[in-house]
């Protein structure tokens, strides 16, 4: 399996982006996904995860700014990110768990 993550740029504070997670075939719906993060210097931590069956988890620090969503016919995963901070500064990854993603960097002005 194959994804590929896009959707990276430099914003605003402020701002939003949406991020999506293409996979070369049919997985979100089994196995579920992830997006991680890792700022420069930090280590790679969980930002929301989308079960199989839709359920979704955030980390504290995106609670009510981002949003993990899927569109099962395009095999594709978005994240949806509202309200940036620079602190949201970070290579942003998908995963399926077994299967990462290149990454796309996300930059976020002040």
């Known amino acids: 399996v194959q994804l590929q993550a896009s959707g990276g740029g430099l914003v605003p504070a402020g701002g939003s982006l949406r991020l999506s997670c293409a996979a070369s075939?049919?997985?979100?719906?089994?196995?579920?996904m992830g997006w991680y993060r890792q700022a420069p210097g930090k280590q790679r931590e969980l930002v929301a995860s989308?079960?199989?069956?839709?359920?979704?988890n955030y980390a504290d620090s995106v609670k009510g700014r981002f949003f993990i969503s899927r569109d099962n016919a395009k095999n594709t995963v978005y994240l949806q990110m509202n309200s940036l901070k620079p602190e949201d500064t970070a290579v942003y990854y998908c995963?399926?768990?077994?299967?990462w993603g290149q990454g796309t960097l996300v930059t976020v002005s002040s």
């Open positions: 075939r049919n997985i979100f719906s089994l196995n579920g």
């Open positions: 995963t399926t768990w077994s299967y």
């Open positions: 989308l079960t199989n069956v839709g359920n979704t």
